[in-house]
């Protein structure tokens, strides 16, 4: 179940992804969510401070995951790294509304609110993935040590071109199956892919 909130979250970010920011009004979210304008007023206050809201909640999800990958202690840090592509290769599949929106807000962005808390949170990975390198460094477990900012982007960077380009690519291969029977398989190979290159940039070997 989920909360009266959170429904009218969910509702805006489909609206928001599909418009963009200005091109929805409240109106149409309190349609969507099927409940009374005034109820956006009562939970957000205003359009501008559910989107803040939306953005917050969305972001705040996969920090808490990652932060609780960082904590493991039954796993190395290889497994670590992978777990972590895993989750956000996941988020991009099944979010991909809010990160359509993500994508517009990096490049347009005007509200210093959500400006300051992309960058927050993208130095928080950064941070994560800095410490991860560090203690496999010293373990052994890594043997190269690729400048960390590259590491971040050739993550997120291959994500996302590959989230957008999924229709094309689906084209060009003359591929007949069903929409989630692909959807699937490409998240299953652009998972791996990722995996091969961050191996290679950090001089894992698996067998070693």
């Known amino acids: 179940m989920i909360s009266k909130e959170e429904n009218i979250l969910f509702a805006a970010e489909k609206l928001f992804a599909e418009k963009g920011f200005e091109g929805t009004s409240t109106r149409e979210i309190a349609?969507?969510?099927n409940v009374n304008i005034s109820m956006i007023s009562y939970y957000f206050g205003s359009k501008e401070k559910l989107y803040e809201k939306l953005v917050e909640y969305r972001m705040?999800?996969?920090q808490f995951f990652s932060?609780?990958?960082l904590e493991r202690t039954d796993i190395n840090d290889w497994q670590k790294i992978e777990k972590i592509v895993d989750q956000f290769a996941g988020r991009v599949r099944h979010h991909k509304c809010f990160y359509r929106i993500m994508q517009r807000e990096q490049l347009h962005t005007q509200n210093p609110h959500i400006v300051d808390f992309l960058k927050q949170t993208k130095i928080g990975f950064i941070s994560m993935y800095s410490k991860i390198l560090?203690?496999?460094?010293?373990k052994g477990i890594f043997t190269k040590n690729p400048p960390i900012y590259l590491?971040?982007?050739t993550v997120s960077g291959t994500l996302f071109y590959a989230s957008n380009a999924k229709e094309m690519y689906k084209e060009f291969l003359n591929n007949t199956d069903d929409e989630e029977v692909f959807d699937h398989i490409y998240y299953t190979e652009l998972n791996t892919h990722i995996k091969y290159l961050l191996k290679d940039l950090l001089g894992y070997e698996e067998n070693k």
């Open 31 to 33: 349609k969507a969510a």
């Open 60 to 62: 705040n999800e996969g």
């Open 67 to 69: 932060k609780d990958i």
């Open 134 to 138: 560090e203690s496999g460094l010293k």
């Open 151 to 153: 590491l971040h982007s």
